[in-house]
């Protein structure tokens, strides 16, 4: 970079931080609020371009702080530093979100609900999560129970997950997961995940009160749709997990689908 070139971006960059300074980061349109962002890890580069390349990339500003380090790096003038920088902005915001929203005791099932809306909305892979409750449902802890995009059993040890769930020692857990394509379907991987874990805590007295599946502006829960109440009589009722699926009540949503679906609808035990 030239000298001249030097002495633009500096003189730029400082009638931006006067601007910052004068009226506060509010008026700032949200690539100009990048940009400045930027500032601090691209030392000597134009970052207003960059900014506008995240931005189109991603859609947004929480596009751009939701994205992975790989994939931030694949916008043009983004290197590691900067995209490492971004990952941890957005881990801290998302970090500072949860604790305003987080509440000592839940007192019903919206409430748990609007708490794994938080943990999971906009995100770009699927994540399950197990939110600890103590006897009187109060909060204990929220643990991650899978690697971002890996729900099924097939990925999932379910072993692992419940001897992290022995180290905190609930009474109760709520599972939750998230839908990346929007989708608010309960599917056959999700009631069996459900059931299994269920019966395997159940010998250590913690029980599964619901699963609650999240998209970016919408949830379904177990409990609401009766699943919840399918699988804890399945469970009493020592079904054998080979006939899980059909006995939950799960059928193609047409006759020529592959992929399956509950239906509320199904007796239990017919």
């Known amino acids: 970079m030239k000298t001249n070139d030097k002495n633009i ?26 940009e400045y962002i930027l500032f601090h890890v691209i030392p000597r580069a134009d970052t207003n371009p960059v900014a506008h390349n995240l931005i189109n990339n991603f859609g947004n500003l929480l596009g751009v702080l939701s994205s992975s380090t790989e994939e931030l790096m694949h916008v043009n003038g983004v290197g590691e530093n900067a995209a490492l920088f971004l990952c941890s902005l957005g881990e801290f915001f998302k970090r500072s979100s949860l604790q305003s929203h987080v509440v000592k005791k839940f007192t019903n099932v919206q409430d748990v609900t609007l708490y794994a809306h938080d943990c999971l909305k906009f995100k770009n892979k699927e994540k399950l999560i197990a939110i600890c409750l103590d006897e009187k449902m109060h909060h204990l802890s929220t643990l991650h129970l899978s ?5 099924s059993e097939a990925e999932l040890d379910l072993n692992v997950a419940v001897k992290e769930l022995l180290q905190v020692g609930p009474r109760y857990i709520v599972l939750a997961h998230n839908h990346v394509d929007g989708s608010l379907n309960i599917s056959v991987p999700d009631g069996e995940l459900t059931t299994k874990l269920y019966r395997m805590l159940l010998t250590y007295k913690i029980e599964v009160l619901d699963h609650i599946i999240v998209t970016d502006h919408d949830s379904v829960s177990f409990a609401q749709t009766g699943l919840m109440e399918k699988i804890r009589n399945l469970v009493e009722a020592n079904v ?3 006939t899980i699926s059909e006995k939950l009540g799960f059928k193609p949503k047409v006759a020529s689908d592959n992929y399956y679906m509950f239906d509320p609808d199904i007796d239990l035990f017919k």
């Open 240 to 242: 054998n997990d080979v």
């Open 147 to 151: 690697k971002p995009g890996k729900i």
């Open 9 to 34: 971006h500096a003189a730029h960059r400082e009638r931006v931080r006067q601007k910052a300074k004068k009226f506060g980061f509010e008026p700032m349109q949200d690539h100009e609020l990048l």
